[in-house]
């Protein structure tokens, strides 16, 4: 079996290939979309994520995987920014750096986040269920426009009009386009979401356990939607389901107890024995 490494900044990795040590600036040099150095948020006594560096290459396919409670869903916060930075040593501490692109965002707001290109989705579906389907894409689409307090609602032939009847496309949902979001099933409502998170061309996504509740029907599609993304789009999965996870990524980072556990390719993970005793419990 191949040899599986924590994960390391890529920048630093490679210059710690070169020979030398990881220079503070080589993050804002690389390739990478992503990238968190030490990040730590802590509640307490409790570290739900402790001292977790990770990079994600732009246009690379991410996934973070781990049992309930290895600290995922608080590292989407952290990166998101809806955990707030807190103070070191407070009840609520935090630490390290986010980077994206290369920009520091570790102090920006999460609404400074999505303009810059940062979208995420949530594991509970956050959908205006008394709408349909193209006004819920309608409104992903303003929500990152320019003009978006306007109380007009713009012509068919508005740009706004236009980017909503390619998402339709894009999340396969223009079949039910007119449904109102309270009647769809919930492989549906999922669709919808990603479809949402597609508005306003993101450079990178947040998935949080999109294949939660799926039949396999849903599951297959939705493996089909993921690998339809652009190339150029970078995405992080957080997700239960190993063989989805594994199917639709590059690169693997396991969590376990708010740390950084495994890091490799789908290959290198699944077969993994490390791994394999915690997802089937054997490990505490």
């Given at each position: 079996m191949a040899s599986v490494t924590q994960l390391r900044p890529a920048s630093a990795a490679r210059e710690l290939a070169r020979g030398g040590a990881p220079s503070s600036s080589s993050a804002l040099a690389s390739n990478d979309a992503l990238v968190l150095e030490n990040v730590t948020r802590a509640?307490?006594?409790?570290?739900?994520?402790?001292d977790v560096s990770l990079a994600v290459a732009a246009g690379e396919?991410?996934?973070?995987?781990?049992?309930?409670?290895?600290?995922?869903?608080?590292?989407?916060n952290a990166i998101t920014g809806d955990f707030p930075p807190g103070l070191q040593g407070g009840p609520t501490a935090a630490a390290g750096r986010i980077r994206f692109f290369g920009e520091d965002i570790t102090e920006l707001p999460p609404h400074e986040r999505i303009r810059k290109g940062l979208r995420r989705?949530?594991?509970?579906?956050?959908?205006?269920?008394?709408?349909?389907?193209?006004?819920?894409l309608f409104l992903a689409v303003r929500g990152v426009a320019n003009g978006r307090y306007s109380f007009r609602r713009p012509g068919p032939a508005h740009a706004s009009q236009r980017a909503t009847e390619e998402l339709l496309e894009r999340a396969r949902l223009a079949h039910i386009a007119g449904e109102f979001v309270a009647n769809l099933a919930h492989g549906q409502?999922?669709?919808l979401e990603i479809g949402m998170a597609l508005a306003g061309a993101p450079r990178l996504i947040l998935f949080d356990e999109p294949a939660a509740g799926l039949s396999p029907a849903e599951r297959r599609e939705l493996v089909a939607l993921l690998r339809s993304l652009p190339a150029h789009m970078s995405y992080v999965?957080?997700?239960?389901?190993?063989?989805?996870?594994?199917?639709?990524?590059?690169?693997v980072t396991v969590m376990h107890n708010g740390r950084v556990l495994k890091t490799g390719t789908p290959e290198q993970i699944e077969?993994?024995?490390?791994?394999?005793a915690i997802y089937m419990g054997t490990q505490h």
């Open positions: 509640f307490g006594a409790l570290r739900a994520v402790d396919k991410y996934a973070v995987l781990g049992s309930n409670g290895a600290g995922k869903t608080t590292l989407f989705t949530y594991q509970s579906s956050l959908l205006f269920r008394e709408l349909s389907v193209r006004d819920n409502q999922r669709q999965l957080i997700e239960h389901d190993l063989d989805i996870a594994l199917r639709v990524t590059e690169k077969g993994d024995a490390q791994v394999q």
